[in-house]
């Protein structure tokens, strides 16, 4: 999931301006980000039965991937192709309260609660984003990467990063949230990611 783009001061654009461009489905390293049109994205993650050294290192190769995207504060695991349910979530600092990174296996919402609307993007599926209705408040609880049973109550901004995380573990994407129209109107974005070229 990325960071929320602030929306630019004069909303016309040039005369001369390319209003749609071709999507850029950039090289990621050290794990390449896997973009919409990809089977694995709709696939649903494995459990993870023991955190292992090849877990702690996925954990730290996705968190690197995360942070050179530039806006990402989430990424789950199917998005750089690999079916285990792990999830990172970094907002940093929302409505004045910082957060660390929240890095959890085999991560469950126990409980939800409260409806509210936000936009949301997704890096998987590059400059397109629409208001999606979620639980306010969720209770998640997961395996941390000291192999530690945790349970996190969280609203907000990590509440949607979490559930969105969550989603992409089950095969779901953001955009399966929303009414037949505004996928209606989002389908010519969707179409050119598809047909887009992947990168190596």
């Known amino acids: 999931m990325p960071r929320r783009k602030r929306?630019?001061?004069?909303?016309?654009?040039?005369?001369?301006?390319?209003?749609?461009?071709?999507?850029?489905?950039?090289?990621?390293?050290?794990l390449q980000l896997r973009?919409?049109?990809?089977?694995?994205?709709?696939?649903k993650a494995e459990p993870v039965e023991e955190i292992t050294a090849a877990e702690l290192q996925l954990a730290?190769?996705?968190?690197?991937?995360?942070?050179?995207?530039?806006?990402?504060?989430?990424?789950?695991a199917t998005q750089v192709g690999v079916l285990k349910?792990?999830?990172?979530?970094?907002?940093?600092?929302?409505d004045d309260e910082a957060y660390e990174p929240v890095m959890l296996f085999n991560p469950e919402i126990l409980s939800a609660e409260g409806e509210a609307v936000a936009e949301e993007g997704c890096l998987s599926i590059p400059d397109v984003t629409a208001d999606v209705k979620r639980p306010e408040k969720?209770?998640?609880e997961g395996i941390n990467v000291a192999r530690e049973r945790v349970r996190?109550?969280?609203?907000g901004l990590l509440a949607r990063a979490l559930q969105h995380e969550i989603d992409h573990l089950n095969g779901v994407l953001f955009i399966d949230r929303l009414s037949?129209?505004?996928?209606?109107?989002?389908?010519?974005?969707?179409?050119?990611?598809?047909?887009?070229?992947?990168?190596?």
């Open 35 to 43: 973009y919409y049109g990809d089977p694995v994205l709709r696939k």
């Open 152 to 155: 996190i109550e969280a609203d």
């Open 60 to 76: 730290e190769e996705m968190l690197i991937t995360m942070y050179a995207t530039g806006n990402g504060i989430g990424l789950a």
């Open 85 to 94: 349910r792990f999830l990172i979530v970094d907002v940093g600092e929302d």
């Open 138 to 140: 969720v209770v998640v």
């Open 7 to 30: 929306k630019p001061k004069d909303p016309q654009p040039a005369a001369d301006a390319v209003v749609e461009e071709e999507p850029c489905l950039r090289q990621t390293a050290p």
């Open 180 to 200: 037949g129209l505004k996928r209606q109107l989002l389908s010519s974005q969707l179409r050119q990611i598809q047909l887009a070229e992947r990168p190596r």
